[in-house]
C-alpha cells in the first residue's frame, strides 16, 4: 500500500496562492510551550515573510507544531528561509534539531 503524499507537486508552488501549512517539531517534541523559543521563531518568521513578501494571514503555536496561514509566490523559498533560520537559531541555543524533515500543505480555494 502507497502512502499519501504530504506535499503538493511542485507546480502548485509556482503561482500566489493561499496556503495552510503545518510544520512539525523534530519527534513530536513539545518545543513551543517555552516563551523564549515561539518569540525567537516568530521573530524568524517575520524576517522570512519580509524577504519573500509573503503575508501570514494567522499562525498558531501548538506545544510541537506550528499552524500558518499564508499567500505567497514563492511558498518554498518562504519555508525553506524561515525553517533554515529558525532551525539554526534554535540549535545554537540548545544543541538540539527543531524541525522534522518536511512539511504539510493544503491549497486554499478562493
Not at 55 to 75: A, I, T
Request: glycine share 2%; with cysteine.
Amino acid at each position: 500500500m502507497e502512502r499519501k503524499a504530504n506535499r503538493l507537486g511542485l507546480e502548485n508552488y509556482r503561482t500566489t496562492h493561499a496556503y495552510y501549512l503545518t510544520l512539525n517539531c523534530h519527534n513530536r517534541e513539545s518545543y513551543f510551550t517555552k516563551k523564549r523559543v515561539v518569540k525567537s521563531c516568530l521573530a524568524d518568521l517575520q524576517r522570512s515573510i519580509n524577504r519573500f513578501q509573503a503575508k501570514l494571514w494567522v499562525y498558531c503555536f501548538m506545544p510541537d507544531h506550528l499552524h500558518l496561514l499564508c499567500e505567497s509566490d514563492n511558498c518554498l523559498g518562504f519555508l525553506k528561509l524561515f525553517k533554515q533560520t529558525s532551525g539554526y537559531n534554535f540549535k545554537k541555543k540548545t544543541i538540539k534539531v527543531l524541525w522534522q524533515k518536511s512539511f504539510y500543505d493544503h491549497i486554499l480555494r478562493s
